[in-house]
């Protein structure tokens, strides 16, 4: 999509439980999004209520155990063994009502169900990368993700179901998740349901003006494999004519990070927010707190020029990190996480400038000038 304005380009996909995944992705790079037809995925009712009881938990037992007996105002005891990150949040989900398997319905119910199970599937791959979280470390995962996702409605890239896609066009088209058992949904057996899914599938190929790019994943994890949606098998004799350029093509499965130790007491680093200061937030070091002031400083009134959330220009993780390290050259802010070299190109001659002691009124006419200097 490259040329493309944000604001022609959508992410589609099946069911709004599955726009957590974009949501952080996009978040994580910097690049600002729009939800249609449903909230943001941490703000979804069932969403803020599974995090609250997470939470408890992670107070009531700090060592993960955990019985499945959990309400807003219950005393949370030991199970009497030590359950792992997923079994742990199972139990927390299992006591709202959640099931292992799917409703047999569609609407409310099952976008309830599938939010839950995106939750578990969160633990799941975080206890994978970092077999000795606990509870408390799962809490400041899902902080540190909620955060990073509650930005204002700006201009950018559009996320939507297929449902609320209904009517509207964009230049770039990504549709995802085409793997059975999503589209269609496991649970459409009869001839008539399979038609509304493929009527669904229709909305998503047509609503591209002019590059559609269909994918799916092989797995969630690496382990285990799917099959490609049953209707891509026809769609070679369905898009004919002028119909929008097509490239199907599967996600490759990234390998687990590397590890990334705390450079005050060793520990390995499973929070985001703690990768990116390359330390626990609970270790304590010294650091510029006027420069960290004159880095917000400048970053709010960067992200006004550019009408864009104040995350998509830097984190506070980020800044924080910059204040700590203090780099002195573009070597140095790379080796910051959340720093490449797009950001080095559009904020790098900002941030010298603040680290030399300038203003944020000074670092603002940088970026400005870069800006303006940037195809």
Known sequence: AAGVPLSEIAILYRINAQSENYEQALAEAGIAYVLKGGERFFDRPEVRQAMTLIRGAARAIPGGLLNQDVDDGA???????????????????????????????AGAVREKWESLSALAGLADEFEASTPTAGLAEFVLELSERSAAQHAPAVDGVTLASLHAAKGLEWSCVHL???????????????????????????????????????????????????????????????????????????????????????????????????????RCLTCEVDFDEALFDRLREW??????????????????????????AEPSNDEGLLAIVGIGQSKLQR?????????????????????????????
Request: net charge positive.
């Open 75 to 105: 005393a949370l005891e030991p199970a009497g063994s030590v359950a792992g990150l997923g079994q742990a949040v199972r139990a927390v989900l299992l006591s709202m009502g959640w099931d292992e398997n799917p409703p047999s319905g």
């Open 176 to 278: 995802v998740g085409l793997v059975d058992g999503t589209l269609p949904l496991i649970h459409a057996s009869t001839s008539e349901q399979i038609a509304e899914e493929r009527r669904l599938f229709y909305v998503g190929i047509t609503r591209a003006r002019d590059e559609l790019v269909m994918s799916w994943s092989k797995s969630r994890n690496g382990r285990g494999t799917r099959e490609p949606s049953r209707f891509l098998a026809a769609l070679g004799a369905a898009v004919v004519g002028s119909a929008p350029k097509v490239v199907a093509e599967p996600r490759v499965v990234k390998g687990p990070k590397s590890a990334v130790k705390c450079r005050v007491c060793k520990k390995v680093l499973t929070v985001a927010a703690e990768r990116k200061l390359k």
């Open 299 to 324: 970053r709010l009134a960067e992200a006004n020029r550019a009408s864009v959330p104040a995350f998509v220009i830097f984190t506070d993780a980020t800044l924080q990190a910059i204040a700590e």
């Open 347 to 375: 904020y790098g001659s900002a941030v010298r400038l603040i680290l030399d002691g300038g203003s944020a009124e000074d670092a603002l006419a940088a970026s400005e000038a870069a800006a303006a200097n940037t195809p």
